[in-house]
């Protein structure tokens, strides 16, 4: 069973940087897996920020950044602001049709 | 503009049936490939199924495999899921999604509660 791991919540000021990973219970995430991040704040559908690790969806700020660090895969926010404050979801691609989700990262922005 | 709405969703006793669906606008569902995905309340987001292309494949998380069923209807431009036998554990937000071209989802309906209780 392919489990994707993802911190359960993490902090950054308004201004400051902060990272996510996504990681792979056995094993490393590569460009293979295509990466991808959604943002969802309570009560809304996931929209799609960054997808192929690191090719940004129309109409999100270049603030948002991903990557592959190490094993995993990043996303990178850098001069977060309030509305920033969401759930993100890692997604892999791990063959034809089939993916699977981390549990998601709660971000507060204070 | 791209639009999906889900409907169907519910309260259902356990071992009961429910058919969601999906109607799209903005694009054709000829030749997209279209997904499920559920959040269970308070949880992360979890790939049901997907079809591929033009119904050539369908693919299901091992968890709903034999009792869900996704299909297409190209009449009505919208996509469906038939669920049997519900158990507690498919409790959640059911949205439909579409998939990129890039092995990710680039739209995403609203979602749809389904609740299974006695």
């Known amino acids: 069973q392919t489990v994707v791991t993802q911190e359960p919540s993490l902090s950054v000021s308004p201004g400051g940087t902060v990272t996510l990973t996504c990681g792979l219970s056995?094993?490393?995430?590569?460009?293979?897996?295509?990466p991808s991040w959604y943002q969802q704040t309570p009560g809304q559908a996931p929209r799609t920020l960054i997808y192929?690790?690191?090719t940004r969806s129309s109409g999100v700020p270049d603030r948002f950044s991903g990557s592959i660090l190490g094993n995993r895969a990043a996303l990178t926010i850098t001069g977060a602001q309030a509305d920033d404050e969401a759930d993100y979801h890692c997604?892999?691609?791990?063959?034809?049709?089939?993916?699977?989700f981390g549990g998601g990262t709660r971000l507060t922005v204070l | 503009e791209v639009q999906m709405v889900e409907s169907g969703g519910g309260l259902v006793q356990p071992g009961g049936s429910l058919r969601l669906s999906c109607a799209v606008s903005?694009?054709?569902?000829?030749?997209?490939?279209m997904s499920w995905v559920r959040q269970a309340p308070g949880k992360g987001l979890e790939w049901v199924a997907t079809?591929?292309?033009?119904?050539?494949?369908?693919k299901y998380v091992d968890s709903v495999k034999g009792r869900f069923v996704i299909s297409k209807d190209y009449a009505k431009n919208s996509v469906s899921l038939q669920m049997d036998s519900l158990t507690a554990e498919d409790t959640a937000m059911y949205f439909c999604?579409?998939?990129?071209?890039?092995?990710?989802?680039?739209?995403w309906g609203q979602g749809i509660l389904v609740t299974v209780s006695s």
């Open positions: 192929l690790t690191n």
């Open positions: 079809i591929v292309g033009d119904v050539s494949e369908k």
């Open positions: 903005g694009f054709s569902l000829r030749g997209p490939w």
């Open positions: 997604g892999l691609y791990l063959a034809t049709g089939i993916w699977v």
């Open positions: 999604a579409k998939v990129s071209t890039k092995s990710s989802f680039d739209y």
């Open positions: 056995s094993g490393s995430v590569s460009t293979g897996s295509g």
